[in-house]
């Protein structure tokens, strides 16, 4: 499946902080290394998104219901701007309704 | 999201309900493959096949699944009365249950081979060998229902189940079936089953459709019929009615040459 890699850039504000699920009508796999993600709701005119790496690391984790804590020990090797990503990234994926709040 | 060798989604609708699933279809962007038509099931083709601008696969909306023999709506309310559900992509999706589901595949993998089972008995052998024993008597029974028991006997056979007394029913529909079978690529073929399973007046209709409809077999891709232009598409059409005519050539040959009562595999 061709398509393009999520915008890691960070977005305005902060993420909720967790935990999260993966909001309905989102359908993914994994694929070897990746995860594939692919919001099957109208207008269906995205394509699927291709997760490498850390990307897809953080989406297992959120699937299994982590919080933003949780992310930032288990994946930020104690470095303030790797948490800073991830915490961009989680926004991101809260932007795109591809994750919601686990009790929203 | 689909498997890494998946090509089309098959989705079985309900008949009564074939155009209001067309139409939540297009109302959410999706697009009709070039050539097919929403009334392409009334034309006894089993699927409208449908392109989500951007995405490889396309999607076969089907009235029907070809093998099942049974009136379309009682097939359908068979299969989902067997339905259970499975999570696909991690999204619950109803399918039909082990037994009902292996009617279903036994007859999608023999409609494209010539008659017998054998090249595709290995397939099928792993799909059997995964039923508990009661699905397999399911499986027959199942089979019976929807019209399936006669064009899956000899795969029964092959797999050591007993199918039962011969089911009376569909003998139309069976002929259709072994002549497909015999030359699976011959659309010609195929097309003439579908005028000749139609009252006489609606015929003259489905044979100018059978012509002007050159995609409706899937016989070229989107990509294709889109750069064929005004020209290309009105040799296709011809290239079309001349291979019709020599599949009544054809057929008419073979029905002269075949023995009364013949040609169960």
Known sequence: VSSPEPDVVATAGAASGGPWRIAPRVAWIESGEEVLVLALRAPYDRLPYRLPGSAALIWLCLAEGMDLAGLIAELGDGQPERAGEIEAFVCHLEGERLVIPLHG | VGLPASSDVDVLCDPAEFTTACSAAEAAGWQLYPGNSRDSH????????????????????????????????????????????????????????????????????????????????????????????????????????????????????????????????????????????????????????????????????HLLRAVWDVNLDHSRTPEEWAAAGPWGRSLARVDRARRGGLAVARMTSARLRRPRGGGMP
């Not at chain 2, 992509?89 to 037994?99: G, N």
């Open chain 2, 42 to 205: 009334l034309l006894g083709a089993h699927a409208t096949t449908y392109v989500v601008p951007g995405w490889p696969s396309t999607v076969d909306l089907h009235n029907h699944f070809p093998g099942l023999l049974a009136p379309p709506q009682e097939v359908f309310e068979t299969l989902w009365a067997a339905r259970e559900e499975i999570a696909v992509a991690h999204l619950p999706t109803p399918v039909p249950r082990p037994s009902a589901h292996f009617v279903v595949l036994a007859v999608n993998c023999l409609r494209s081979t010539a008659a017998g089972v054998g090249e595709q008995l290995p397939e099928l052998r792993t799909a059997w060998s995964s039923l508990t024993s009661s699905e397999r008597v399911e499986a027959v029974a199942i089979a019976r229902t929807v019209g399936a028991l006669e064009p899956l006997r000899g795969a029964f056979a092959a797999l050591g189940a007993d199918a039962g007394a011969v089911d009376p029913r569909f003998r139309r529909g069976l002929r259709a079936w072994h002549a497909f079978r015999a030359d699976p690529g011959d659309s010609g073929g195929a097309w003439l089953g579908r005028v000749g399973s139609r009252p006489w007046r609606d015929r003259p209709a």
